[in-house]
């Protein structure tokens, strides 16, 4: 997995391109964190995304519900069809603002 991080003025934009799984899913929050308190919103650019475990998704909730407690909005942009399957079958589609 790779990360990529972007500033915009104060929009973060984190592009992660392979797969989040067991492993990788603690990189991901441990960047996610570092950066806390520097941004006002989060885009997660999923264009390279190939694939997401059940660890990703535990990161994605968890870290909404930290934003969502300082009125911070999180948006997950360039889902392909199979992460977008993952989303679905696991009711995440309803619970994370997708675009």
């Not at 799984?21 to 006002?40: A, C």
């Not at 969502?68 to 992460?83: C, G, R, S």
């Amino acid at each position: 997995m790779n990360i990529t991080k972007n500033y915009t003025e104060k929009e973060l934009t984190l592009s992660v391109e392979g797969h989040i799984d067991t492993i990788t899913s603690q990189e991901l929050e441990k960047e996610i964190n570092e950066e806390m308190g520097n941004f006002n919103s989060l885009v997660m650019d999923f264009t390279n995304l190939e694939y997401t475990s059940s660890a990703g998704l535990r990161v994605l909730i968890a870290t909404q519900k930290k934003l969502k407690t300082e009125d911070i909005p999180m948006v997950i942009k360039n889902v392909n069809d199979a992460v977008g399957e993952i989303f679905r079958m696991s009711g995440f589609d309803k619970v994370l603002k997708i675009e």
